[in-house]
């Protein structure tokens, strides 16, 4: 089993940075993609930005150029540094975790609430 647990959410005013943290554990063979998404209140979850083992980054329209998702294969972490937050990104955060080879599994996190109010 593997756990995922996010860290870095809060309260910030519009134009402000927020960074957040995700780190996985337990039984881990191999950890390919990792992502971000997100869900407001009365919306779907969205994919916000997700990396591959090679570092090959993909983002959401809406964050490009403001976002910046990295990872750290030895802690088996990725990080989603948040620039010029917007009132529309407030949502809960999660992390998504693919492990495993030849067979692929998904793990998430519980979630990180992130805020974005004057």
């Known amino acids: 089993q593997v756990q995922v647990e996010e860290s870095g959410g809060g309260l910030v005013q519009p134009g402000g940075s927020l960074r957040l943290s995700c780190a996985a554990s337990?039984?881990?063979?191999?950890?390919?993609?990792m992502g971000w998404y997100r869900q407001a209140p009365g919306k779907q979850r969205e994919l916000v930005a997700t990396i591959t083992r090679d570092d090959s980054a993909n983002y959401a329209d809406s964050v490009q150029g403001r976002f910046t998702i990295s990872r750290d294969n030895a802690k088996k972490a990725v990080y989603l540094q948040m620039n010029s937050l917007k009132l529309e990104d407030t949502a809960v955060y999660y992390c998504?975790?693919?492990?495993?080879?030849?067979?692929?599994?998904?793990?998430w996190g519980q979630g990180t609430q992130v805020t974005v109010s004057s």
């Open positions: 998504n975790v693919l492990e495993g080879w030849p067979n692929e599994y998904g793990y």
């Open positions: 337990g039984s881990i063979f191999r950890i390919n993609t």
